[in-house]
């Protein structure tokens, strides 16, 4: 169960728009339809963004947004605001009853 | 309100066990199968074992394997994670963690877990 791969850190400035990779195989990522993105800001428990690659769960706002083309997954965060600053973890489902997570990206508003 | 609150965390040498509980109220617990998902101080998230509603489909991460089992008891609506074997590296906060819809849409706030000696 390797971790997928996500880029340690990304920035940008108020009101722009940031994307964020999230790379596996076609075990997990690239084979199912069941990619998730969790935020975490410090000290608090992770909180779910999107599910199953482009979903939002109600109150998370239409600024972020997921999607998915083969074995990488992407969330955009569009419109930056200073409350996004947080560290942003991608998961998808692996077969069987398994999860695996990326390395968590942390986003910096400039 | 959905909550998910862990207990059971603390210090223990390398070697021991730990029995972590997790409490939920707020939802139909019998509905739902829950994970337990760890973070080591400054990293990122580990996914470490699943187990669904009937208590009949279970697994584990490889890291923890033959060392962490799980187990639930719907009537008290409670997951619980009785760890053995301990080392080191499974210092971490342990999240109690729901599943819906292939993803975890709600997480308790945390038990830290410390095995050194």
């Known amino acids: 169960q390797s971790a997928l791969t996500q880029p340690p850190s990304a920035s940008g400035s108020p009101g722009q728009s940031v994307t964020i990779s999230c790379t596996g195989t076609?075990?997990?990522?690239?084979?199912?339809?069941?990619v998730s993105w969790y935020q975490q800001h410090p000290g608090k428990a992770p909180r779910l963004l999107i599910y199953?690659?482009?979903k939002r769960p109600s109150g998370v706002p239409d600024r972020f947004s997921g999607s998915k083309s083969g074995n990488t997954a992407s969330l955009t965060v569009s419109g930056l605001q200073a409350e996004d600053e947080a560290d942003y973890y991608c998961?998808?489902?692996?077969?069987?009853?398994?999860?695996?997570f990326g390395g968590g990206t942390k986003l910096t508003v400039l | 309100e959905v909550q998910l609150v862990e207990s059971g965390g603390g210090l223990v040498q390398p070697g021991g066990s730990l029995r972590l509980s997790c409490a939920v109220s707020?939802?139909?617990?019998?509905?739902?199968?829950v994970n337990w998902v760890r973070q080591a101080p400054g990293k990122g998230l580990e996914w470490v074992s699943h187990?669904?509603?009937?208590?009949?489909?279970?697994d584990y991460a490889d890291s923890v394997r033959g060392r962490f089992t799980i187990s639930r008891d719907n009537a008290k609506n409670s997951l619980y994670l009785q760890m053995s074997s301990l080392r080191v590296e499974d210092t971490a906060v342990y999240y109690c963690?729901?599943?819906?819809?292939?993803?975890?849409?709600?997480w308790g706030q945390g038990t830290l877990v410390t095995v050194s000696s």
């Open positions: 076609s075990s997990d990522v690239g084979g199912y339809n069941f």
């Open positions: 187990v669904n509603v009937g208590s009949d489909l279970i």
């Open positions: 707020g939802f139909t617990f019998t509905s739902y199968t």
């Open positions: 998961s998808s489902f692996a077969g069987g009853r398994k999860w695996v």
């Open positions: 963690v729901r599943d819906w819809s292939w993803a975890f849409d709600h």
């Open positions: 199953e690659v482009t």
